[in-house]
C-alpha cells in the first residue's frame, strides 16, 4: 500500500504527517508503530524524530497522535502540533483563524497569525 505522507521540520524536529483526513484508512488498516519505526529511520527510511498523524474523531474534531522513531507514542509534541495546525491550514480543514487539535494530552488551542500557527 502507497501511503502519502509530507515531511517538515519544526523548530528542529522532524516531523512525517499522515493525513488520515484525507485517507481515512490509513490509520484503520495501517499498523502506525510499524510504519513509524521504517520511515523514521534515516537510513532505510525518510528520516525523522517523529510521525503524526492527523484525522477527525467521532465528533468530527480533529486529532493528533505522534508516535516517535522507535515506535512508541508521546501524548503531545509542540513542535509537531504547529506543523500539523499549518497542514491543517493549507489543506482547508478550518475556516476559522483560532481552532483546537485534540492531544492525548488534552485538546490545544491554535491560533493563527499570517499562516503561522501558534500554540
Do not use: K, Q
Not at 480533529?62 to 509534541?77: K, L, P, Y
Not at 476559522?96 to 503561522?116: E, L, S
Amino acid at each position: 500500500m502507497s501511503v502519502p505522507w509530507v515531511r517538515m521540520s519544526g523548530a528542529g524536529n522532524e516531523l512525517i504527517i499522515l493525513d488520515a483526513i484525507a485517507r481515512p484508512d490509513l490509520a484503520a488498516r495501517t499498523d502506525l508503530a510499524a510504519l513509524a519505526v521504517a520511515m523514521c529511520d534515516p537510513e532505510t527510511g525518510i528520516g525523522a524524530d517523529s510521525l503524526l498523524i492527523l484525522s477527525r474523531d467521532a465528533r468530527d474534531a480533529m486529532r493528533m497522535r505522534v508516535i516517535n522513531a522507535d515506535g512508541g507514542t508521546s501524548a503531545m509534541c509542540g513542535n509537531g502540533l504547529r506543523c500539523l495546525a499549518r497542514h491543517a491550514v493549507e489543506h482547508g480543514y478550518v475556516d476559522d483563524a483560532m481552532f483546537a487539535i485534540i492531544t492525548d494530552a488534552g485538546p490545544r488551542a491554535i491560533r493563527v497569525n499570517d499562516g503561522i500557527a501558534s500554540v
